[in-house]
């Protein structure tokens, strides 16, 4: 099975610093794609950041970046200097290929940014 | 943004009552996905199309059916609403494979009362 865990489910940080979310996968598949998905409290779901799995580099998008440890099946979002517009709940999902597209998320973590 | 909405946005129904959510796109994309969002869970896959007329089963798909007889409209219903169906629902669409993520719709929150 094609899991997805994130094992903080709520975060705070001060405006400005930086925090790192947590999020581990398993899949059998050697290629893939991993997201970073944000839903603040209007609830859309806004795509952060996207990893392909035979990529070595880090993916970055602005003041988000990620760690990727394929050997470790680890992949987890850093925000740095943040801000209170950050404050969302923050879903990493999993698309392994030649599935149909299906994404497999995690079970997200809150993430309160206090002034 | 995509061209996706999903309607309604919000909706109490009774137990055993059948309800159908609407998802319309006009990105002419192949694939649409049901997902529901429940704490603690995430978002899990109900059903998903890739095609009109094709549909296949998520992970959660009980008591759910779902069509898609236009490429643009995928309606997702729920035969005879239970209580454990309270959720939100997000739409989604996809084209360009499986690198890319999804577009959502802006979700339906459904109350079964």
């Known amino acids: 099975a094609q899991t997805v865990t994130q094992s903080q489910p709520e975060m705070s940080v001060q405006e400005a610093e930086t925090v790192t979310l947590s999020c581990t996968y398993d899949?059998?598949?050697?290629?893939?794609?991993l997201f970073w998905y944000k839903q603040p409290p209007s609830r859309q779901m806004i795509l952060v950041i996207r990893?392909?799995?035979?990529?070595?580099q880090n993916a970055t998008e602005n003041r988000f970046s990620v760690n990727f440890q394929k050997a470790a099946k680890s992949f987890s979002l850093k925000i740095s200097d943040s801000q209170l517009g950050d404050t969302a709940m923050y879903f990493c999902?999993?698309?392994?290929?030649?599935?149909?597209?299906?994404?497999?998320f995690g079970q997200g973590t809150t993430l309160q940014v206090k002034p | 943004d995509a061209g996706i909405t999903q309607s309604p946005r919000h909706k109490v129904t009774e137990t055993g009552t059948p309800v159908t959510l609407r998802c319309h796109q006009t990105?002419?994309?192949?694939?649409m996905y049901w997902y529901r969002q429940d704490p603690g869970h995430g978002l899990r896959l109900i059903h998903y199309?890739?095609?009109?007329?094709?549909?296949d089963k998520g992970e959660v798909s009980d008591g759910y059916s779902v069509s898609r007889s236009k490429t643009e409209d995928f309606l997702l219903t729920l035969e005879s609403a239970t209580s454990s169906q309270t959720s939100v629902y997000f739409c989604?669409?996809?084209?360009?494979?499986?690198?890319?993520?999804?577009?959502f719709g802006s979700g339906t929150r459904l109350t079964v009362v």
């Open positions: 989604a669409i996809s084209d360009r494979g499986n690198s890319y993520g999804y577009t």
């Open positions: 899949t059998s598949e050697s290629n893939y794609y």
């Open positions: 990893q392909e799995a035979y990529k070595q």
């Open positions: 999902a999993l698309r392994p290929s030649g599935n149909t597209g299906k994404l497999i």
């Open positions: 990105e002419n994309h192949r694939y």
């Open positions: 199309s890739y095609g009109v007329k094709d549909t």
